[in-house]
């Protein structure tokens, strides 16, 4: 089946201990990024991926790390997370089409509810 | 700087009758638009989409209406279900070097048996 899975699915930690939400995807797509939901924000992006070893920051890259040595794989760091990364995070990928493009349509992953304390 | 916005937070509709989802944008370069539905505990899943060289685009109950003069889209959903009720997002896109995704902030539909 293809899916994007994402770990853990809920997570309570405490301020400045660090900590890695892993993101998987078995679609060989080249296209990954990462969201957080907010209430009345909506989603927004925080870090996305064209390919291997090619990242770049969203619109809220703050606090937030991301490596992308495979493929499949595209992880999110808090190096020292704080309250306010509180949030609902999503990992989502993109099929690339012919010639390059990269396709219109996400696919997400179920969430990743953070909380720190 | 929201430039993808969904003003109606929630909305009520009875079972059988249409659902009008809405949404503006500010950015008249973007290149398609799309809806995704969510359900609680769960991810945005895609629905249907539109380029923007388009007006209309139909996937079953589903309709998606595009103006770009007035930079507004809206998602009909004749008839409604109660498996309907969700979260819907509007999100807009353009190619380019980020190939971003900007989304809306979700309405809430609440699909009354």
Request: charged share 20%; net charge positive; hydrophobic share 30%.
């Amino acid at each position: 089946e293809a899916q994007v899975t994402q770990n853990p699915r809920y997570l309570i930690t405490v301020t400045g201990k660090k900590l890695t939400v892993t993101c998987s995807q078995n679609m060989n797509h080249e296209y990954m990024s990462w969201y957080r939901q907010d209430p009345g924000l909506g989603l927004r992006q925080i870090y996305y991926s064209m390919n291997v070893e090619v990242t770049d920051k969203g619109d809220v890259p703050e606090g937030y790390k991301v490596s992308r040595k495979e493929k499949r794989n595209f992880p999110l760091i808090l190096e020292s997370p704080s309250p306010n990364q509180t949030s609902l995070y999503f990992c989502a990928s993109r099929p690339t089409l012919q010639g390059g493009r990269v396709g219109t349509e996400a696919f997400f992953g179920q969430g990743t509810r953070l909380t720190v304390v | 700087d929201q430039q993808v916005k969904q003003n109606s937070p929630s909305l009520s509709v009875q079972e059988g009758r249409i659902s009008i989802l809405n949404c503006d944008y500010t950015n008249s370069m973007f290149d398609y638009f799309l809806w995704y539905k969510k359900y609680p505990a769960e991810g945005p899943t895609f629905l249907i989409s539109i380029s923007s060289i388009k007006d209309k685009n139909e996937d079953g109950r589903f309709t998606v209406f595009l103006n770009k003069s007035a930079k507004h889209l809206s998602l009909h959903i004749v008839p409604s279900q109660p498996g309907d009720s969700a979260v819907y997002f509007c999100a807009a896109g353009y190619g380019g070097a980020t190939n971003k995704l900007i989304f809306g902030t979700g309405t809430l539909l609440a699909v009354q048996p």
